[in-house]
C-alpha cells in the first residue's frame, strides 16, 4: 500500500466561507481587514465600495423599522423618525436573520435612551404598535365557544382554568398613546400626549385574522390577570365580591366571561 499523501488540497467552501465572515464583520463592524479581499473597480476605490455596502445594509435596516412603526412614524414625522431609526440601528445590531425581529426591541429602545425616554407617550405607542403585530403573528389555536363552556358540569365551575389565546398580551400605558394611536389609524389630528391620571389597561389580541386592542376597566383587567395567572373561575368569584357587591360578583363574572368568549380571547 502507498503511503497516504497527507497534503490536503484547499477547501472552497471553507475559503468561501472564511471570506462571507470577513465580509460581514466589515459591514457590521466596521472592520476594514476585508478590503484586502475587495477588488478596486476602474472608477472606485476599494473603501468606497465597501462604505456602499454598509451604508445600503444599514438603509434596510432603518427601512424595516419605519415599516414596523407606521404610526410612530407618523407621530414624529419622517426626519425625526430617521434620527430615531439611525440610533436604533447602531445600538442594536441585528443578531437574527429573520427582519420579522429586529425592531421588536424599539420600544425599550424608546423608554431608555434619551431624547426619547423624555416623551414616555413615544415608548408607549411603539409598544402597542408591537403588539398589534404581535397579536397578527401569534401562533394559531382553537378558541372557546359557547357550547363548549354550556358542555362544562355546573358543579365544576368553580374549579374551571381558562387559558388566554396565544394572541392575547395585556400591558399597562401611563399615557395616551392609545388614543394617539386611534387618531392616527383614523386619519384625524392626534391629541397632545399627556399622562393618565391612572394608567390605562390594555389587552390586544388577534380575532378573525384582525388585530385588535381595547381599554378594560379595573374590574375586568384584574379578572383577566388573575385568569392567565391560573386562578380558577370559583377564586375569581370571591375576588370580585370582595372588591364590590357580593351577590352581584357571579353575574358580573359570567359577563366578562361572556366577552372573553365571543371576542375569542380564551383558548378551547
Request: aromatic content about 8%.
Amino acid at each position: 500500500m502507498g503511503a497516504r499523501n497527507s497534503h490536503r488540497s484547499p477547501d472552497p467552501k471553507s475559503d468561501f466561507a472564511a471570506l462571507q465572515e470577513r465580509f460581514q464583520r466589515g459591514v457590521l463592524d466596521h472592520d476594514d481587514s476585508v478590503l484586502a479581499d475587495i477588488l478596486a473597480g476602474p472608477r472606485e476605490r476599494r473603501d468606497v465600495l465597501l462604505a456602499v455596502y454598509r451604508h445600503a445594509y444599514r438603509a434596510r435596516l432603518v427601512e424595516i423599522v419605519q415599516q414596523d412603526y407606521e404610526y410612530l412614524l407618523a407621530h414624529i414625522g419622517e426626519e425625526a423618525f430617521a434620527e430615531l431609526a439611525h440610533a436604533y440601528v447602531e445600538a442594536r445590531p441585528s443578531l437574527q436573520p429573520n427582519a420579522r425581529w429586529f425592531s421588536h426591541e424599539l420600544p425599550e429602545f424608546l423608554q431608555e435612551t434619551r431624547p426619547w425616554r423624555d416623551a414616555p407617550e413615544l415608548a408607549e405607542l411603539a409598544a402597542l404598535e408591537r403588539a398589534l403585530s404581535d397579536a397578527f403573528d401569534a401562533a394559531d389555536a382553537p378558541v372557546m365557544t359557547i357550547e363548549r363552556l354550556a358542555a362544562i358540569p355546573p358543579t365544576e365551575w368553580g374549579a374551571v382554568r381558562f387559558v388566554p389565546h396565544p394572541s392575547a398580551i395585556r400591558f399597562d400605558v401611563t399615557t395616551n398613546a392609545a388614543e394617539i394611536w386611534v387618531a392616527h389609524k383614523e386619519g384625524r389630528e392626534p391629541p397632545a400626549a399627556r399622562l393618565l391620571e391612572v394608567p390605562a389597561h390594555l389587552l390586544v389580541w388577534r380575532e378573525d385574522l384582525v388585530p385588535k386592542f381595547r381599554i378594560l376597566e379595573d374590574e375586568e383587567a384584574m379578572a383577566w390577570d388573575e385568569a392567565v395567572a391560573g386562578l380558577p373561575f370559583g377564586t375569581i368569584c370571591e375576588m370580585l365580591a370582595f372588591r364590590a357587591d357580593p351577590e352581584s360578583a357571579p353575574t358580573r363574572a359570567a359577563v366578562l366571561l361572556q366577552g372573553w368568549i365571543v371576542s375569542g380571547l380564551l383558548k378551547a
